[in-house]
């Protein structure tokens, strides 16, 4: 699989996300879009109206990544709203299978997403039920942390198993991303790679999207 970047609107300018994200469209694969209860995660951000109103007047494909409870209520509507890509927490679920089988069947790619404390063994067996398996490289709830290396040797296990069962799963890592920890998260084995400050917080984005690509490469 070619290797996506999607950076994510949560270092974006709240005021502006249209412009914001179509200042994107042309350099970047997909836009990561961090929805957040205040109850999953202490934080709050935004919800299915803005995810639809940002489908309505952007070509890139909507990564979004859902922090928060009862994704089994919630996941589905995302799909349905066109979101390319919908990733919940392994942790806020009891039938993981379950809500991936629900998003699929609502039109969109299931992702499973392992935060930082979660082991990742119990989730392996998991992998044949989903597209994207969303391995978090800080804590989550948060932008702007420090990227946390020892996280890698979860991507590391993921890709070999991916790899010898043979499927077709993204492995995308979210954290701390920059030009800094691309290139290693791509050695562990991530294929997907979420970038915030690293690409809104540059003066030319198309420029620090490309970089991040060849780092990654």
Same mark, same amino acid.
């Given at each position: 699989m070619s290797h996506i970047i999607a950076p994510s609107i949560l270092s974006a300018d709240f005021a502006h996300l249209a412009e914001e994200v179509r200042s994107i469209e042309k350099s970047a694969d997909w836009a990561h879009v961090d929805i957040m209860d205040n109850h999953f995660v202490p934080n709050l951000t935004i919800g299915l109206p803005v995810v639809r109103s940002l489908l309505a007047v952007t070509t890139l494909p909507l990564d979004c990544h859902l922090m928060i409870t009862n994704p089994e209520r919630w996941a589905p509507g995302y799909a349905e709203a066109g979101a390319y890509n919908v990733t919940f927490h392994a942790e806020a679920t009891d039938d993981p299978v379950a809500v991936a089988r629900d998003i699929r069947a609502a039109g969109a790619l299931a992702g499973l997403a392992i935060d930082r404390d979660t082991p990742m063994e119990p989730y392996l067996e998991l992998l044949p039920h989903i597209d994207t398996l969303l391995i978090m490289t800080i804590k989550a709830g948060f932008g702007g942390q420090a990227f946390i290396p020892e996280l890698l040797d979860k991507v590391r296990l993921a890709r +070999? #198993? *991916?790899? !010898? @069962? #043979?499927? +077709?799963? +993204? $492995?995308? *890592?979210?954290? @701390? $991303?920059?030009?800094?920890? $691309?290139?290693?998260? !791509?050695e562990a084995g991530a294929d997907a790679f979420v970038a915030g400050t690293a690409v809104y917080g540059q003066p030319d984005r198309a420029a620090a999207i490309a970089r991040l690509r060849e780092l990654a490469a």
């Open positions: +070999r #198993h *991916v790899n !010898a @069962g #043979h499927l +077709r799963v +993204r $492995i995308e *890592v979210d954290g @701390g $991303i920059s030009a800094d920890t $691309i290139a290693a998260a !791509a």
